[in-house]
């Protein structure tokens, strides 16, 4: 994978959320976890595919690479994709480097950024103006980052990432479409469910 100095974000095409989630969610066959950043994020993984290896996050902007760093370091043989928002992201962009730094080879994130903090009104934000998030990964230290040209740019991406030798950011230009349908609210449940897909609990 190359790094953002071959291509800027300015240069991708503008894609959608929940298209590029279901793609994501058609590849995986191994019982690989997926962790959702809240609001669309969310949404959208819910939407394209129900599974017991999905997270949701509820209410905490910017904690989905965080989560999914621990999952990765605590299940090391699972392959772990973790999607979160440009706003959130700029909320916690201290994680990039923590990641870089423990450097999980099984850690693949996917920053979707519509240059908005949509669900709170689409207020810009500096990823729309100023900050290229895939430089800011870089400079943190992770080199196998990039800007997904298209759709089948982003799938060999996702392909490419299952078999690196360390941990994986790939950023893509989205749409301001909503998501599609509603995470069920039910924090408990998704805890419970989410630890049942990965093996450390029994279903309730």
């Known amino acids: 994978m190359n790094t953002a100095t071959s291509l800027s974000a300015r240069n991708t095409k503008v894609m959608n ?106 207020q810009p934000t500096p990823a729309a103006a100023v900050a290229d998030i895939v430089a800011i990964a870089v400079a943190c230290g992770l080199v196998n980052s990039a800007w997904a040209a298209d759709e089948e740019d982003f799938e060999r991406l996702i392909d490419q990432s299952m078999s690196a030798t360390g941990p994986t950011l790939i950023g893509v230009r989205i749409d301001d479409k909503p998501g599609v349908g509603t995470t069920r609210r039910d924090p408990v449940q998704i805890r419970e469910r989410f630890m049942h897909g990965m093996g450390v609990r029994e279903p309730l």
């Open 17 to 122: 959320r929940f298209d590029l989630t279901s793609r994501l969610i058609r590849k995986l066959e191994h019982e690989e976890a997926v962790i959702g950043g809240i609001g669309n994020t969310n949404f959208d993984l819910w939407a394209a595919g129900h599974r017991p290896q999905n997270f949701y996050m509820l209410g905490s902007m910017g904690l989905a690479f965080p989560i999914a760093l621990g999952v990765a370091l605590a299940q090391p043989k699972r392959r772990i994709f973790a999607l979160e928002g440009d706003g959130s992201l700029l909320m916690q962009l201290g994680s990039l480097s923590t990641i870089a730094t423990l450097a999980p080879k099984n850690l693949t994130m996917v920053v979707m950024d519509n240059g908005v903090y949509q669900i709170t009104g689409a």
